[in-house]
C-alpha cells in the first residue's frame, strides 16, 4: 500500500468530517466515480456520480439527510491496486433525529495519488469479496 495513498484517504475524509467539500474534491480526479452505498441502497438503481459536479451533486442531497457525519478508519487493507478503509460510522439524521452507529468498509482506486473510484459498504466481508473479485479482473 502506498503511504501517499492512505494519507490522501485519511486527509480526505478529516475534509469530508468537518464538511469542507473543496478539500475532499481535490483529493479526487476530475474523472471520479463515487458509487454511494446509501443512494443503492435507498433507490436501487446503483446510481454512480461522476466527477467534481456530480459529487458536489451527492453531497448537497447528503446534507439535507444528515446533520452529523463522522468516518473513522480503523484498518486499510491493500488488495490488489486498490486500498479498503474499515471505518466506523457515526451519524444523526436531520429532521428525524435517527442515529446510525455501524461499521462499515470504503473501496478506493487511485491515479496516480488522486483518487477516482469510491465505494461504499456496509458489509466488510462484502466489501472485501468485490474488491478481490475487482482485483482478479483488474
Do not use: Y
Amino acid at each position: 500500500m502506498s503511504a501517499e495513498q492512505a494519507n490522501v484517504i485519511r486527509v480526505m475524509l478529516g475534509a469530508w468530517n468537518r464538511g469542507d467539500i473543496d478539500a475532499v474534491v481535490a483529493t479526487a480526479t476530475d474523472s471520479l466515480e463515487w458509487h454511494p452505498l446509501v443512494v443503492t441502497a435507498i433507490e436501487g438503481d446503483g446510481h454512480i456520480f461522476r466527477g467534481h459536479a456530480g459529487f458536489r451533486e451527492f453531497v448537497e442531497g447528503w446534507t439535507n439527510t444528515w446533520e452529523t457525519w463522522n468516518l473513522e478508519v480503523e484498518e486499510f487493507r491493500e488488495i490488489g491496486d486498490q486500498l479498503l478503509a474499515l471505518t466506523h460510522v457515526t451519524a444523526k439524521g436531520r429532521g428525524s433525529g435517527i442515529e446510525f452507529d455501524q461499521a462499515m468498509a470504503h473501496l478506493f482506486e487511485f491515479d496516480g495519488d488522486l483518487i477516482c473510484r469510491a465505494q461504499s459498504f456496509l458489509q466488510r466481508d462484502a466489501a472485501v469479496s468485490f474488491a478481490e473479485r475487482r482485483a482478479e479482473t483488474a
